[in-house]
């Protein structure tokens, strides 16, 4: 736990935050590989849970509640653009948000139980829980987007 402190982990966090948002600030234009982008970056936040001696699966609970919960936000944004521009997807963002939250939540905990029962160590630290979210947001959104920009062709 001693790799896991709260200094450690902000640090982590500022790393992978800043090469996240320098290659969406590349690749941004380019629609149809934005969501696989997103997707390869999600498991970016695995390699400080891997240096600090954390295994993925420990982390899963956060990564699942992450990819719902943006995932779904990603929906809720796409469908409020559609409808108001802008406005429209700021609005479907932030209540989709506080749906989703809910909903992933409620995955979050299940698997959380599940992890105990099978004795997996699932103790949330500041890494744990932050690179977990961090990489399900992205592979959820990466998903969300893959799917509105290749197969739906929005």
């Known amino acids: 736990m001693a790799k896991e402190g709260l200094v450690r982990s902000t640090v982590s966090v500022l790393i992978v935050s800043t090469v996240v948002i320098a290659v969406v600030c590349l690749v941004i234009f380019k629609k149809v590989w934005i969501g696989p982008i997103l997707i390869a970056l999600g498991f970016l936040p695995w390699i400080p849970l891997k240096v600090s001696g954390r295994s993925i699966k ?22 409020g653009a559609n409808f108001a521009g802008v406005l429209g997807a700021i609005v479907g963002g932030a209540v989709g948000d506080a749906v989703t939250d809910a909903i992933a939540g409620l995955f979050e905990g299940k698997i959380a139980e599940v992890l105990r029962r099978y004795g997996i160590e699932e103790a ?16 959820g959104i990466g998903i969300t987007l893959t799917i509105a920009w290749t197969i739906i062709k929005l």
Do not use: E, N, Q, V
């Open 58 to 79: 420990s982390t899963s609970a956060d990564i699942i509640f992450g990819a719902i919960d943006t995932g779904i936000l990603g929906i809720a944004a796409l469908i």
């Open 124 to 139: 949330r630290t500041p890494l744990s829980s932050s690179m977990g979210k961090m990489s399900g947001c992205l592979i």
